[in-house]
């Protein structure tokens, strides 16, 4: 390359191979990718690293990008334990750390209580855990919150992170309640990568007016998807590669049809066709697109690279 584009506002998932992390970061780096995200997932059925530490171990390699979890789920991790894992990633990064954050799916509890998780009042853990984080990343000397769950005064975390007031939070909610509670507390919205396109738009279009009502300003808060893209010379070959690849990845899910995911989520086809696809979300509101390969993470990043001057034009309305 003669020169590095400018950085978008799309940003890509890391893979979850080892060997590749270093080489995929630095490359979508070059690229003029925006962020590089991880997850943090419950599931056991295919190999996975933990979200966190793979953040920590990419900042050391990177210089621009933002790093994003999608999403911790709430409850999972003490907030205080959480706070200080967060703000040392941001300290490590030098201020580059986003934050998802979720109550995550029901069929993930039974296990998690197996483990002596508490996995009682979800919602209530989500608000509360976000409330001590700030909390204690503001007041890191002798912070203090007054809730249900948690109720402390006194105590202080290090580091705190480079942000201030701290980390933005993103929430991962689907439905209207949630949707609603994202505005209120949060930084911004992201939704999952497999919700279809439609439902997205009319969660978009729900929060959009939850913004007006509760006289959020826009400008604080960002609205982001996670979608699964496939670019390759025609949608046919792009189909024959997703259908196995989310047989991989969600066979026997017992929330997600693998076996319908292809058509009804994902993101795929030329260049052209996925950047017109994907202009559409950012048309509609959207402020970032997080772009997750399912197959040939080296390869479909360069193919995704094509898309970063495709949309440098991408505006929000």
């Known amino acids: 390359m003669s020169s590095t584009p400018p950085p978008s506002r799309l940003s890509v998932g890391a893979p979850n191979a080892p060997d590749m992390l270093v080489p995929f970061a630095r490359r979508a780096e070059e690229l003029g990718f925006g962020g590089i995200w991880t997850q943090d997932t419950l599931s056991a059925a295919n190999f996975s690293l933990d979200g966190l530490h793979v953040l920590s171990y990419l900042a050391a390699v990177t210089e621009r990008l933002r790093l994003g979890i999608g999403v911790l789920y709430s409850g999972r991790r003490n ?56 909390a204690l990343w503001s007041q890191s000397q002798a912070a203090s919150y007054d809730g249900e769950i948690y109720s402390f005064s006194g105590i202080g975390v290090q580091p705190a992170p480079v942000q201030r007031p701290g ?67 025609d949608e046919e070959e792009a189909r024959r590669r997703l259908i196995p690849a989310f047989e991989r990845a969600f066979g026997g899910n017992p929330v997600y049809d693998a076996a319908s995911m292809t058509d009804r989520v994902a993101v795929f086809g030329p260049p052209d066709r996925c950047a017109e696809q ?40």
Do not use: C
């Open 167 to 233: 980390p933005p939070i993103w929430i991962g909610a689907r439905a209207e309640p949630a949707l609603r509670r994202a505005v209120r507390i949060a930084d911004g919205w992201t939704g999952a990568a497999p919700v279809a396109t439609d439902d997205f738009l009319q969660q978009l279009a729900f929060v959009q007016r939850e913004m007006d009502e509760q006289g959020r300003d826009p400008a604080g808060f960002t609205i982001s998807k996670s979608v699964y893209v496939a670019v390759e010379r």
């Open 278 to 317: 994907l202009a559409k979300l950012f048309d509609a509101g959207a402020d970032e697109l997080i772009l997750y390969p399912l197959y040939d993470p080296a390869e479909q990043l360069e193919a995704f690279g094509e898309l970063v001057p495709a949309l440098a034009g991408a505006s929000r309305p």
């Open 79 to 134: 907030p205080a334990v959480q706070a200080r894992e967060l703000a040392t990633i941001d300290q490590l990064s030098g201020g580059r750390l986003t934050v998802g954050i979720g109550v995550g799916l029901a069929y993930h509890r039974e296990n998690l209580a197996a483990l002596g998780i508490r996995t009682d009042r979800p919602v209530q853990r989500l608000i509360e855990g976000i409330g001590v984080m700030r």
